[in-house]
């Protein structure tokens, strides 16, 4: 750790202890962004992907496994049997990774995985993940995805709650409801974590 720095500075970590989080980047989700914020996003979380690969940083692709259903005392599991599940039984692309995003067909770098969760659950730092970031050595995540006041906020607040320290990038975020993404990401998040760019944000990735 830099000796000016402090254990919750994100500066005070190396690219060797950060990782790259995308979250819920699924196809139907992406679909749902209006332009220009839409050409925004891609822009914003490309350029995020292009510089943690180009750096071998950890990449965590974080998505929602639609073949499975909520925990049975989830209350997202009304609507998800009443209007999502039928949405993916029928079109389980739907549920894919944004294509742009996916790591290659061809097998990923090892530093570059994929991790799944049941849906309705917010925070994608599910036992197997943390167990997976602890071993890697990772203090420090980058999180970039889809909805700001879903996976977002439940993985950043349970994040800073077992000790990670969290950047949210807010040009690669985005929330069906543009006041409540306003809010969180000026007011409610920079209380536990830091709110950057994806320009700042790649720096991280270099040292």
Same mark, same amino acid.
């Given at each position: 750790?830099?000796? @000016?720095?402090?254990?919750?500075? #994100?500066? *005070? ?17 992406? /679909? ?20 943690? =690969?180009?750096? @071998? ?13 909520? #925990? ?7 609507? !998800? ?7 993916? /039984?029928? @079109?389980?692309?739907?549920? %894919?990774?944004?294509? *742009?995003?996916? #790591?290659? /067909? ?29 071993? =890697? ?19 950043? /607040?349970?994040?800073?709650?077992? @000790? ?9 975020? !985005?929330? #069906?409801? %543009?006041?409540?993404? %306003? ?19 790649? %720096?991280?990735?270099?040292?």
């Amino acid at each position: 750790m830099p000796s @000016n720095t402090t254990a919750y500075d #994100p500066a *005070a970590y190396p690219p060797s202890q950060t990782a790259l989080m995308f979250l819920d980047y699924e196809n139907i989700l992406v /679909s749902m962004v209006p332009s220009p914020t839409k050409e925004t996003l891609i822009k914003a979380a490309e350029t995020l992907l292009s510089a943690a =690969r180009k750096h @071998n940083i950890a990449i965590l692709h974080c998505l929602s496994d639609t073949s499975l259903n909520p #925990p049975p005392t989830n209350k997202a599991s009304a609507t !998800w049997d009443a209007q999502f599940k039928p949405i993916f /039984s029928a @079109n389980p692309e739907l549920g %894919a990774e944004y294509a *742009a995003f996916a #790591p290659a /067909s061809d097998g990923a770098a090892s530093h570059e995985t994929v991790h799944t969760r049941l849906p309705g659950l917010r925070s994608v730092l599910q036992d197997d993940v943390v167990l997976y970031l602890r071993r =890697r050595g990772i203090n420090h995540l980058v999180l970039a995805g889809i909805a700001t006041s879903g996976a977002i906020m439940g993985t950043m /607040s349970h994040g800073t709650d077992i @000790n990670f320290v969290v950047t949210v990038v807010a040009d690669a975020c !985005w929330d #069906p409801t %543009a006041q409540v993404h %306003a809010d969180l990401i000026d007011t409610v998040i920079p209380s536990l974590a830091y709110v950057s760019s994806a320009e700042q944000a790649v %720096a991280y990735f270099s040292g």
